[in-house]
């Protein structure tokens, strides 16, 4: 996240409507945030789902089209895009 921008950043999140609740198989939902160096602010978005399949059917789905439809940054807001990176639980 660009310097100046984390605020305006968290209410967009808190303000959206993310329609998981919809989802069968999603559990929970988290918007983390990392370490502020001078050039950025890092933020994880962290769900968890009851198994990888109903996520990636949650990734095709109409309530992740909507929930991704209004998800409308400012100018500025974002360094680079959002890199996707998974993660399973073994134990």
Not at 9 to 24: A, G, I, K, Q, T
Request: net charge negative.
């Amino acid at each position: 996240m660009a310097p100046g921008f984390e605020n305006a950043f968290e209410e967009m999140w808190r303000n959206r409507e993310s329609y998981l609740d919809e989802v069968p198989g999603f559990q929970k939902f988290n918007l983390i945030k990392g370490t502020t160096e001078d050039t950025h602010t890092t933020y994880v978005s962290h769900s968890t789902w009851a198994s990888r399949k109903v996520f990636v059917d949650w990734t095709d789905s109409e309530a992740f089209r909507k929930a991704h439809s209004q998800a409308k940054s400012p100018e500025g807001m974002h360094l680079s895009h959002p890199k996707f990176e998974g993660f399973e639980v073994i134990m």
